[in-house]
């Protein structure tokens, strides 16, 4: 008998994971993508797994990071999306960036060859048609209002949704390097071996001080009936950190540590703008952490004050977007499944992770979830100590309150993992300084994910990546 598919809802990075990890089990796919039947505010092309924020999937340290640990978490899962940005990696410093082109257009062709994915262009308009008794809704921060409404009114919440902000994109020839330098953050090498990943542009007290008057009286998009939606802290616009102190953006995006400015080695800069690769051609740059909501014209005179960006050009200026989340610890079971219709199962953006990484890993989970629940096995969790579990656990339940008012979308993060005691003292004998303990803590938690997650993947061999 031939096996009913799994129906996937979006084509968006945890669509996709979730759609690969269920045809690599064994089990035949329908891939919902309404790009380009039905466009969005965000995206520009009907590509697969389309990145519109930024080309980073973060740190790829497993030993000293929790993002690192879930790419090698994934990576042992055969992640489509891991090994599509391994192939299309740009120099990003200690990050795994990139190339958003060649990236979307690789994860495009691998589910187009696969023989069990059939992909179907055109919007899924409310909730799933009711023969379609086994779904993964994976239509992340932009999913279109007619199932966000159908979403509403089965489950009884009242929003669900926030706003976020993508950062502008400059051409590297307009960016001036006789003022300009490159370099990462203490000359920290990345996946690509490149320790001058990142362009600098150096400011001193006076020119910060001009910039963040600037950004405060600037003109900003208005979007009166949105205005009651929060922002998510991990994306906020520089405009709105500003708001929150003066010192806000040199502690966070804007920080000088870890950075010598070429030009003028002796003097230390008192915020420096960091830029980012953004394609392989190294010709497009993202100014990092600039996710704003300045109008256009306004954003082209404020970052042309940037010192090394007087004659910028721009590739893309910045924008906002609405984004949208369930209450995902009062609505989803702990397989993602929802418990109003538990047909229904949540991947990515919406169910309340933030980041590309987190979202395609939860995809990759309900994946899993869904093809063993089609094949008939147990549907087993990660174990808690593995970054995946953690962020399942995060979701579905990892709030005091049950989720209750305070539920917000997280990155993964060593807090969301059982905590774990470090060596106090080296081989030496002697005792270790707290940073050297924190670092200890983190490897062995990393250890200690992978090895459990191992034993993980042992259990349930059907459905392991070969």
């Known amino acids: 008998m031939m096996t009913q598919p799994v129906h996937v809802v979006g084509g968006g990075l945890a669509g996709s994971e979730a759609a690969w990890q269920i045809a690599e089990a064994g089990v035949p796919v329908v891939l919902h993508e309404m790009r380009p039947v039905r466009g969005t505010d965000a995206h520009q092309t009907d590509r697969l797994a389309e990145l519109v924020c930024s080309n980073s999937f973060r740190a790829d340290d497993w030993t000293g990071n929790a993002v690192g640990l879930l790419h090698a978490e994934m990576r042992r899962l055969g992640s489509v999306i891991l090994a599509c940005g391994d192939a299309h990696q740009v120099p990003a410093g200690g990050a795994l960036a990139v190339d958003r082109d ?143 102190g003066r010192e806000t953006l040199r502690h966070g995006p804007m920080k000088p540590v870890g950075l010598t400015n070429a030009h003028k080695p002796a003097e230390k800069a008192w915020a420096i703008v960091q830029l980012r690769q953004d394609n392989a051609l190294g010709t497009l740059w993202n100014m990092v952490g600039f996710q704003t909501k300045l109008k256009h014209a306004a954003q082209t005179e404020i970052f042309r004050t940037i010192p090394g960006l007087e004659k910028a050009v721009f590739a893309r200026l910045g924008g906002l977007h609405r984004n949208t989340f369930l209450n995902s610890p009062a609505l989803l079971d702990a397989s993602l499944r929802l418990k109003a219709d538990p047909r229904l199962r949540f991947a990515g953006q919406v169910t309340g992770v933030e980041g590309y990484v987190e979202s395609a890993a939860v995809g990759l989970l309900a994946g899993r979830f869904a093809a063993a629940e089609r094949l008939g096995r147990a549907v087993v969790l990660p174990p808690p100590t593995t970054a995946l579990g953690a962020l399942i656990g995060h979701i579905t339940g990892g709030h005091l309150d049950g989720g209750a008012g305070s539920f917000q979308p997280m990155n993964i993060n060593y807090g969301l993992l059982p905590p774990l005691e470090p060596p106090r003292h080296g081989a030496d004998g002697k005792r270790l300084p707290h940073k050297e303990r924190g670092r200890a803590k983190k490897r062995l938690m990393g250890e200690r994910a992978l090895a459990d997650l191992d034993a993980w993947i042992a259990g349930a061999p059907a459905l392991a990546a070969e």
Request: aromatic letters at 10%; charged letters at 20%.
């Open 102 to 244: 060649g990236f979307s257009e690789a994860v495009t062709a691998r589910l187009g060859a696969h023989p069990l994915i059939a992909i179907e262009r055109g919007e899924v308009a409310g909730l799933p048609p009711a023969e379609w008794d086994s779904v993964v809704v994976a239509t992340g921060p932009l999913t279109s209002p007619a199932l966000s409404d159908a979403i509403l009114a089965l489950t009884g919440e009242g929003q669900l949704a926030f706003f976020d902000a993508i950062a502008p994109i400059v051409h590297l020839e307009s960016v001036d390097m006789d003022v300009a330098w490159r370099q990462s953050r203490y000359d920290k090498e990345g996946p690509g071996g490149d320790a001058a990943a990142y362009i600098n542009c150096p400011m001193d007290k006076a020119q910060y001080d001009a910039f963040i008057d600037a950004l405060l009286a600037g003109p900003k998009s208005e979007f009166k009936d949105w205005e009651h939606v929060p922002y998510f802290d991990g994306c906020l616009p520089i405009e709105v950190m500003a708001e929150r």
